[in-house]
């Protein structure tokens, strides 16, 4: 275990806080760690049929490429994370779902985050309501699971959440 002595460094915005710590470990050293405060948040496999899925194409700046994946997005403040799953589902894609349902949650980076990130099974899918999309989001695209299976294996998807939803999708009978 190890015991926080002085933050050293602090950085705020609106959905996360950042701090460097100086802690000392269990052997009496002292360390820095880099510590990220992070909301919750839920992504969707949005089952169109038993092997298609609904995924988003969009510009992910901290790794500065475009990636596809599940429609995704943080729980805001007095949100569950189901309510976050049906709003970012139906905000990214314009599809709304009758049955949604827990699957998993993990931390997608312990190390030095508290996010904790729950994904959702989306079936009965209804829609598209809405043409217009999140100003996040390029485009709707869809894809069976084992096209982007491959796709994870070609490198083409290297997002964690999403390799993970994928797993369970091929692995499992949601």
Do not use: N
């Amino acid at each position: 275990m190890e015991h926080l002595r002085r933050t050293r460094s602090f950085f705020s915005t609106g959905s996360l806080s950042a701090y460097l710590d100086e802690v000392t470990t269990s052997s009496g050293r002292v360390k820095e760690r880099l510590r990220v405060d992070h909301p919750e948040a839920a992504a969707v496999l949005a089952f169109l049929d038993s092997r298609e899925i609904l995924m988003v194409r969009q510009f992910r700046y901290g790794a500065g490429l475009w990636t596809l994946e599940l429609p995704a997005g943080k729980v805001d403040r007095g949100e569950s994370p189901e309510e976050c799953a049906r709003r970012e589902l139906f905000e990214e894609t314009g599809y709304r779902a009758k049955t949604l349902e827990k699957v998993l949650e993990f931390h997608p980076a312990a190390a030095y985050s508290s996010e904790l990130l729950h994904i959702f099974s989306a079936s009965g899918l209804e829609g598209p309501f809405r043409e217009e999309i999140s100003d996040e989001i390029a485009r709707v695209e869809t894809r069976r699971v084992e096209e982007a299976l491959d796709m994870v294996f070609a490198r083409e998807i290297t997002d964690a959440k999403t390799i993970i939803g994928l797993f369970l999708a091929r692995d499992s009978a949601l």
